[in-house]
């Protein structure tokens, strides 16, 4: 009878084990999609995590699984519109996805082998008798999640030929609905806020599992420090409302379908019926990608120089160019009744931008029709807004997400983002809505973000 009770005392825990680790999992998402109502399920992931890997030590083959079950779940609104945008048969159009993630969950893989390699290292080392072994296993767990969240968000894409990140899987982001519970994060950077989320994760479980004095101290210690924020808001200074109010975007895009004159002409009477219904107008943007051919905005610049009383107005129109560099994505500033600069992207997106492979039928599958985007090298140089009274500085979508910090020499500057999120989802719109917002407060910027479906001031405050 002993041993029927122990041995059913060990399946129970495997059981609960096996429960909370791949609930952790699931609710990984969730404040990713839904960051305004499930903001605060952050803080439930990491302690359910390390109360698993403490009932019982996981594999790496649920670490396999615990990896392709967030990203999958996380990230398949962006998997869905890459795959949208591919050319082929189904089953071809799924192979460099497929490949991408199996690699994300092979990180996940990698993590859980180190943890438990450390884990059993320590224990055979035997020195730390003053340490309970479930202590032990908290802070090398905690420590290495660390290390892997950290390698998610800035270097998991160097299969894809750049030590880069996704950052929009960064659990800092849904926190942003309330700022003032980051309002330490532009000081430590993204590593000191994941560390934070995790020290408190790691305390609270220890807490739970043997509460002592010591460990009692440092949660309620992270606690007061996390709460500290609702006592120091963060204040704006800075203010561009004027440029919001006197701006507008225009949500449609031009194909010209080899006709570019037409086209162009669509253009300018956008343009026109715009100013007529709105005279106040200072600045017009036409979001990334909202002309496909290369032709058509020569023309409209030909077209828009024999207009008259438009001295005042800015356009930036997204479109592409090219030269003896390459293809680029560019963004055309008109003012005065003329061309000022092409601002052409420093960073091109994996897969649907840059091919991740030099095998030709994966190549096929996005670049079939069109060139590779080569990316711009220079810093990116602030544009004199005339009119408003400020400098800003033009982003271009992928720019703005996947770069740690700004690729400008600027501390302060307005930054304008146009941006494609047309091809992807509401759901998914809404993901990259926040990461924005997440970048005006993490570089403490205001960032004027322009898209297909939102056009909005992020405030470096975190306010929108």
């Given amino acids: 009878m002993h041993r029927t009770s122990a041995h059913q005392s060990i399946n129970y825990k495997d059981g609960l084990a096996l429960f909370l680790l791949y609930f952790s999992a699931f609710l990984y998402p969730i404040p990713l999609l839904f960051p305004t109502s499930f903001w605060w399920v952050v803080f439930l992931i990491f302690p359910l995590f390390l109360q698993s890997v403490v009932l019982r030590t996981p594999t790496v083959l649920q670490g396999f699984f615990w990896g392709l079950i967030t990203f999958i779940c996380s990230g398949g609104f962006f998997l869905r519109g890459i795959f949208s945008l591919a050319h082929g048969s189904c089953v071809y159009r799924s192979i460099p996805l497929v490949m991408l993630t199996l690699v994300m969950a092979s990180w996940a893989a990698v993590w859980?082998?180190?943890?438990?390699?450390?884990?059993?290292?320590?224990?055979?080392?035997?020195?730390?008798?003053?340490?309970?072994?479930?202590?032990?296993?908290?802070?090398?767990?905690?420590?290495?999640a660390w290390l892997y969240l950290l390698w998610i968000d800035r270097g998991c894409l160097i299969v894809c030929g750049r030590l880069e990140g996704i950052g929009i899987n960064n659990l800092l982001v849904p926190l942003i609905e309330h700022p003032s519970l980051l309002y330490w994060v532009p000081y430590v950077g993204t590593a000191g806020g994941l560390g934070m989320l995790l020290a408190l994760a790691g305390t609270l479980v220890t807490c739970v599992l043997a509460c002592t004095r010591t460990s009692l101290i440092f949660l309620i210690g992270i606690i007061i420090f996390w709460l500290m924020g609702v006592v120091m808001q963060p204040q704006d200074s800075s203010d561009h409302g004027n440029l919001l109010q006197n701006s507008l975007v225009i949500p449609q895009r031009y194909q010209s379908l080899n006709a570019p004159f037409g086209t162009a002409h669509a253009l300018l009477d956008c343009v026109r019926n715009c100013l007529h219904k709105n005279p106040e107008l200072r600045l017009l943007v036409f979001p990334e990608s909202a002309v496909s051919d290369l032709d058509v905005l020569p023309i409209f610049e030909q077209l828009w120089l024999q207009e008259k009383n438009v001295q005042h107005i800015h356009l930036l129109i997204g479109g592409f160019s090219a030269d003896n560099k390459g293809y680029h994505n560019t963004i055309y500033w008109f003012?005065?009744?003329?061309?000022?600069?092409?601002?052409?992207?420093?960073?091109?997106?994996?897969l649907t931008e840059r091919s991740i492979s030099n095998i030709s039928g994966i190549r096929s599958v996005y670049f079939d029709t069109i060139p590779e985007i080569i990316p711009d090298t220079r810093r990116r140089i602030a544009c004199l807004f005339e009119g408003f009274g400020c400098d800003a500085?033009?982003?271009?979508?992928?720019?703005?997400?996947?770069?740690?910090?700004?690729?400008?020499?600027?501390?302060?500057?307005?930054?304008?983002?146009?941006?494609?999120?047309?091809?992807?989802?509401?759901i998914a719109q809404r993901q990259m809505l926040m990461q924005a917002r997440f970048k005006a407060f993490l570089w403490q910027r205001d960032i004027m973000y322009c898209t297909y479906n939102y056009h909005a001031l992020l405030k470096s405050s975190g306010a929108n």
């Fill in 393 to 426: 500085v033009v982003y271009i979508c992928s720019e703005l997400f996947f770069n740690s910090r700004p690729h400008d020499h600027y501390r302060k500057k307005l930054i304008i983002a146009l941006c494609n999120d047309a091809w992807v989802g509401k």
């Fill in 335 to 350: 003012y005065r009744g003329k061309l000022q600069q092409l601002i052409h992207k420093n960073h091109a997106n994996p």
């Fill in 112 to 144: 859980f082998w180190c943890a438990t390699t450390l884990s059993k290292w320590y224990m055979a080392m035997n020195r730390m008798h003053s340490i309970t072994v479930d202590t032990i296993y908290i802070v090398i767990w905690t420590c290495t």
